[in-house]
């Protein structure tokens, strides 16, 4: 652990709402559907889970009911930011989420044995051409979490053993996370992640069928939860107008009872973008903490190296305008390839030195994006080119 924060933190004025650009599962909407948004607060979709006090310092979470102690900068030594708010237009497309699997009896109650050493990935030899070789170095470190998603460059849904395969390559994380239900995923994923003592952070994609979702993963979950750390109950769905808030409050506090019922003990929440959580602090109040999504990349006046600052500062504005709740960041990273955002240049070198800066500003217990790259989606202007091209471990080996 290291011994505390020594960065100067610049407080930005103001926000750029920030679409998501990884929505796997039930629904992903269209280009159409996302509408162009020009906001005075900042925002960046975050891939760490980090938690923030009411005074805006994060401090760490325990995905085993241990919390570790971290030192964070006092927050009143951040200097404001006299930036003019960016103007982001959002259009970014996501395929269309494969159908659900044939009911299975599996869960992740006894975890599958691993096959092979947590060593480096190796790039698959029927890897989806790119014009950059995509970098396979690991960048895990003890108490970090990580996005994954269980499909196939076709869309197809992979199969428990070609997840297993993928989980063997990922060294170093506490927690994965997920965002539906669709696949099977809650309890294919869950086995492979308990294999390797890691939590799940689990989803339901599709607010409008939280009932069902919910329903799966008490299934997957068969009567021990002992290995969800959260649920999650939608994924941006305020920020880009798919839902209303009193939707999604609605739909987790039916959930949250649905799961009480099935002996579930963990947390319950919605993830959204900082400029939604900012607009809207309902979603955080329903919520067991405030879970936001925070990409630097898309701001568009960040650099690689400025990546962690500009996340952290993110945080401490939606604690604060969340009167004070703990503040997850459930999405951030810096994609390998793509076009040119600004001062955002994505790069194998400048994926490196975005997800270190990340890492010193938050210590640990972030969710990191992604996994590996995700040739299934496509791109768009609104996501540069580099939808594609987050994954922190290469190509998949499976």
């Given at each position: 652990?290291?011994?505390g924060?020594?960065?100067?933190?610049?407080?930005a004025?103001?926000?750029?709402?920030?679409?998501?650009?990884?929505?796997?599962?039930?629904?992903?909407?269209?280009a159409?559907?996302?509408?162009t948004?020009?906001?005075?607060?900042?925002?960046?979709?975050?891939a760490?889970v980090v938690?923030v006090?009411?005074?805006?310092?994060?401090f760490s979470?325990?995905?085993d009911?241990q919390?570790?102690s971290?030192i964070?900068?006092?927050?009143?030594?951040?200097?404001?930011?006299?930036?003019?708010?960016?103007?982001f237009?959002?259009?970014?497309t996501?395929p269309?989420?494969?159908?659900?699997?044939a009911s299975?009896?599996?869960?992740f109650?006894?975890?599958?044995?691993?096959t092979?050493?947590l060593?480096?990935?190796?790039?698959?030899?029927s890897?989806?051409?790119?014009?950059?070789?995509?970098?396979?170095?690991g960048?895990?470190?003890?108490?970090?979490?990580?996005?994954?998603?269980p499909?196939?460059?076709?869309?197809?849904?992979?199969?428990?053993?070609q997840?297993?395969?993928?989980?063997?390559?990922?060294?170093g994380?506490?927690m994965?996370?997920?965002?539906?239900t669709?696949c099977?995923q809650?309890?294919?994923?869950?086995?492979?992640?308990?294999a390797?003592?890691?939590?799940l952070?689990?989803?339901?994609?599709?607010v409008?069928?939280?009932?069902?979702?919910?329903?799966?993963i008490?299934?997957?979950a068969?009567?021990?939860?002992?290995?969800i750390?959260?649920v999650?109950i939608?994924?941006?769905?305020?920020?880009?107008?798919?839902?209303?808030?009193?939707?999604?409050?609605?739909?987790?506090n039916t959930?949250?009872?649905?799961?009480?019922?099935?002996?579930?003990?963990?947390k319950?929440?919605?993830?959204?973008t900082?400029?939604?959580?900012?607009?809207?602090?309902?979603?955080?109040?329903?919520?067991?903490?405030?879970?936001?999504?925070?990409?630097?990349?898309?701001?568009?006046?960040?650099?690689?190296?400025q990546a962690?600052?500009?996340?952290?500062?993110?945080a401490?504005?939606?604690?604060?305008?969340?009167g004070?709740?703990?503040?997850?960041?459930?999405?951030?990273?810096w994609?390998?390839q793509?076009?040119?955002?600004?001062k955002?240049?994505?790069?194998?070198?400048?994926?490196?030195v975005?997800?270190?800066?990340?890492?010193?500003?938050f210590y640990?217990?972030?969710?990191?994006?992604?996994?590996?790259?995700?040739y299934?989606?496509?791109?768009n202007?609104?996501?540069f080119?580099?939808?594609?091209?987050?994954?922190?471990?290469?190509?998949?080996?499976?």
């Amino acid at each position: 652990m290291k011994a505390g924060l020594h960065l100067i933190l610049t407080l930005a004025a103001f926000a750029v709402a920030q679409p998501s650009r990884r929505h796997r599962h039930v629904a992903r909407r269209q280009a159409a559907d996302i509408p162009t948004v020009t906001v005075v607060d900042v925002v960046t979709d975050v891939a760490a889970v980090v938690y923030v006090n009411g005074n805006g310092q994060p401090f760490s979470t325990s995905y085993d009911g241990q919390a570790a102690s971290l030192i964070f900068p006092d927050p009143t030594s951040v200097a404001p930011s006299s930036a003019v708010a960016p103007t982001f237009t959002s259009s970014r497309t996501s395929p269309h989420p494969p159908p659900p699997p044939a009911s299975s009896s599996s869960s992740f109650n006894t975890p599958p044995q691993a096959t092979s050493s947590l060593a480096a990935p190796a790039t698959p030899s029927s890897s989806p051409s790119s014009s950059s070789t995509p970098p396979t170095t690991g960048v895990g470190a003890s108490g970090y979490a990580l996005s994954y998603s269980p499909y196939n460059t076709d869309n197809s849904c992979k199969s428990q053993a070609q997840i297993n395969i993928d989980f063997a390559h990922i060294s170093g994380y506490s927690m994965i996370r997920i965002y539906g239900t669709d696949c099977n995923q809650t309890a294919t994923v869950g086995s492979a992640a308990a294999a390797y003592n890691m939590k799940l952070f689990a989803g339901v994609y599709d607010v409008t069928q939280v009932e069902t979702e919910i329903q799966q993963i008490i299934t997957a979950a068969n009567g021990n939860f002992d290995h969800i750390d959260t649920v999650a109950i939608g994924n941006e769905g305020v920020n880009d107008g798919t839902y209303s808030v009193g939707q999604v409050v609605s739909a987790i506090n039916t959930a949250r009872g649905l799961l009480k019922s099935a002996g579930y003990k963990g947390k319950v929440v919605t993830v959204d973008t900082f400029v939604a959580m900012i607009a809207n602090p309902e979603l955080c109040q329903a919520s067991d903490y405030a879970a936001a999504n925070c990409h630097a990349f898309f701001d568009g006046g960040v650099t690689a190296e400025q990546a962690g600052d500009f996340v952290l500062a993110q945080a401490q504005r939606v604690s604060h305008a969340c009167g004070g709740k703990d503040t997850m960041i459930t999405e951030t990273g810096w994609p390998w390839q793509g076009e040119t955002n600004g001062k955002a240049i994505p790069s194998p070198e400048n994926q490196a030195v975005a997800v270190a800066s990340i890492k010193k500003a938050f210590y640990h217990n972030i969710v990191l994006f992604t996994a590996f790259n995700d040739y299934w989606k496509q791109n768009n202007a609104g996501t540069f080119g580099a939808e594609q091209y987050w994954g922190l471990l290469g190509n998949a080996p499976s």
